[in-house]
């Protein structure tokens, strides 16, 4: 690697974004704009000469397009240079685009809905896991992206009542929650195939101020989201739940009073799978009906040799599955990207919707639509 450098450094810029690549090259990009124009594009790097030479000509040919023009560039050269500085990029652009317009409208969205195969009745899913930082959250918003991509009507409510994260990992800021004739008025995203979401992150005042509630109150908030929000006909309701099996999926599968289905979530590691097996005897001693076992953080695919390293263990998920005799609905590698989309509020399966990862997420839900 070469000393550390500045090409064409800018001052002031609109954002800047910061990685490190895989040989340990830093990029750190900053962009410019005004309005909807790439105005500027700069970085630093302490990458090879001949790397550096590449990433400068590709970002000076984004000068002078439109953000719009910015990201389809960038999903159309992907791959000509490596992976990081694309994803730098994306992310760069995408952070422009939310300085801009602010609000869950930045998304970039894709109009090509298709129409997915209609149940009678709507179906309500606990997303739960035993085990704290397996990537519920993470997973309860891309499942419903995906089903709603697949043309079902889908909401999204987050019982983490201490913990909201669904506002943070969408994009949305604090908004006022209204009461219509027929219940409380849920966020309707229209980028996001029309789904429809509800977490009390949207009422916090500050997003760092504490929810100092017991369990009567949460009980009473998750009656609330469930049986008063005007949910309308939708086909599936997800639930994002904390992990263990207290006051809050605890409240959610009596509140449903038999007619609930669970999504169970598990890392391939002892610790976790030992966890979820709780889980997994919570939801059948609350009569939930559970549709699978999902499988997260299974291994990580390098983005360059494409190689899969089992950075915990693997098989964990399958053998849990086997145990307990439940449907593996699938194993869900690590994705850089997944952690990218998260932080920039833009749904893996939405942004990155070309990618391995999200063609699992649409084959877990296939097996979702059809149990």
């Known amino acids: 690697m070469g000393t550390y450098r500045a090409y064409r450094m800018l001052k002031d810029p609109d954002v800047r974004v910061k990685a490190t690549d895989t040989d340990g090259s830093v990029y750190e990009l900053f962009l410019k704009g005004s309005h909807e124009r790439i105005d500027e594009v700069s970085f630093i790097s302490d990458a ?21 023009e910015g990201a389809a560039l960038v999903k159309e050269q992907w791959g000509t240079l490596n992976d990081t500085v694309f994803s730098l990029v994306d992310e760069l652009i995408t952070r422009y685009r939310v300085k801009l317009d602010g609000a869950h409208e930045t998304r970039i969205t894709n109009d090509d809905v298709n129409t997915g195969e209609k149940k009678e009745g709507r179906r309500t899913i606990l997303v739960l896991s035993g085990k704290g930082g397996v990537g519920k959250s993470t997973v309860s918003i891309n499942i419903a992206v995906t089903l709603a991509k697949k043309g079902y009507k889908v909401g999204l409510v987050d019982v983490d009542i201490h913990g909201p994260s669904i506002p943070v990992m969408l994009n949305i ?6 009461k219509g004739e027929s219940g409380i008025i849920p966020l309707v995203l229209p980028d996001l195939y029309g789904m429809k979401v509800m977490s009390l992150g949207f009422m916090l005042e500050k997003s760092d101020d504490p929810v100092i509630w017991r369990g009567p109150l949460k009980n009473q908030m998750i009656e609330q989201f469930l049986n008063d929000v005007d949910w309308g006909d939708i086909d599936y309701l997800i639930v994002d739940n904390p992990p263990g099996t207290g006051d809050e999926p605890l409240s959610t599968a009596q509140q449903l009073a038999g007619k609930g289905e669970a ?4 890392t391939p590691q002892a610790v976790s799978t ?3 097996s709780r889980s997994i005897n919570f939801a059948k001693n609350l009569n939930l009906s559970i549709v699978g076992l999902i499988e997260n953080m299974s291994g990580f695919v390098c983005p360059h040799c494409h190689a899969t390293t089992h950075i ?3 098989g964990g998920g399958e053998k849990l599955a086997d145990t ?5 609905l699938g194993s869900i590698p690590i994705d850089p990207n997944i ?11 939405h942004r990155f919707d070309a990618s391995p990862v999200s063609d699992i997420y649409s084959d877990i839900c296939d097996k979702i639509a059809h149990k």
């Open 339 to 349: 952690g990218v989309a998260g932080d920039i509020g833009i749904p893996y399966v």
């Open 48 to 68: 090879d000469d001949a790397d550096v030479q590449a990433v400068d000509t590709f970002l000076d040919s984004l000068k002078g397009k439109t953000v719009r």
């Open 263 to 266: 999504v169970l979530v598990t």
């Open 324 to 328: 307990y005799s439940i449907p593996l």
């Open 274 to 276: 030992s966890d979820v």
């Open 173 to 178: 800021p604090k908004v006022d929650v209204l």
């Open 312 to 314: 915990f263990r693997s």
